[in-house]
């Protein structure tokens, strides 16, 4: 059972675009909500995260807006430059009991063409 | 702050043979380390989470006599990979908690394993 669900599975923007990438998940103890960017042969890398009492987070041109309702929220990259080309992964937390175990969605690949 | 040492980033072995990869908070002390293994194109997926001087609780499905995880220190995780067969070529990460930081995890930079 997938608990957390990532569309698209890829994603082609021209420069300057706004992809948008979405996540929903199912568990509602989740309660730390994280983007990871990968680039080929490394390890993901903290972009943004946001955690249920906010609707929704920006640092810099990355928004994550989240609907805590309909257990879903997204990330928004603006102005996208080609040097976001990489693979995004959305992923859920449940505290402390669980370790901070992280539940991660499959994946976009993102190619921004310049 | 929070950096995560993995190594080596890249090996290539002989079937038959067992592979030690080294995880290693580099400024924080991590009570807990995650390993996950990637294949191309495809998510994460956790193999197993060790607690230092404790035994390594897997997930299902991960075979622990295959994939010995040690987490001796504060500071370092190894994970074994026994009597490597071709089907463990993989890509894998460790990712390590730092109590004191609002993440719950930070990751290294993988260890590309390929067994021939």
């Known amino acids: 059972q997938q608990q957390v669900k990532q569309s698209p599975q890829s994603l082609i923007v021209q420069k300057g675009g706004i992809p948008i990438i979405n996540c929903a998940y199912e568990?509602?103890?989740?309660?730390?909500f994280p983007w990871y960017q990968q680039f080929p042969g490394k390890g993901p890398a903290l972009l943004i995260a946001?955690?249920?009492?906010?609707s929704e987070k920006k640092e810099g041109r990355f928004t994550i807006s989240f609907n805590k309702s309909a257990k879903q929220f997204s990330l928004h990259i603006m102005d996208s430059q080609p040097g976001d080309s990489a693979t995004y992964f959305c992923?859920?937390?449940?505290?402390?009991?669980?370790?901070?175990?992280?539940?991660f969605g499959k994946g976009t690949l993102l190619t921004v063409n310049p | 702050g929070a950096v995560v040492s993995q190594h080596p980033s890249w090996v290539i072995c002989k079937s038959g043979t067992s592979v030690k990869i080294e995880c290693r908070s580099l400024?924080?002390?991590?009570?807990?380390m995650f390993w996950y293994r990637q294949f191309p194109k495809q998510s994460l997926m956790l193999m197993a989470t060790?607690?230092?001087?404790?035994?390594?609780?897997?997930e299902q499905g991960v075979e622990k006599d295959k994939f010995l995880i040690n987490h001796a220190s504060l500071t370092l995780s190894t994970l074994t990979v026994t009597s490597a067969h071709p089907e463990d070529s993989s890509f894998y990460i460790c990712?390590?908690?730092?109590?004191?930081?609002?993440?719950?995890?930070?990751f290294g930079d993988g260890t590309r394993l390929s067994i021939l």
């Open positions: 992923a859920a937390s449940i505290p402390r009991g669980s370790n901070y175990k992280l539940t």
């Open positions: 990712s390590a908690r730092n109590r004191y930081s609002n993440q719950p995890q930070h």
């Open positions: 946001i955690r249920p009492d906010v």
């Open positions: 060790s607690n230092e001087g404790s035994k390594a609780t897997y």
């Open positions: 568990n509602t103890a989740f309660d730390y």
């Open positions: 400024d924080f002390q991590a009570t807990t």
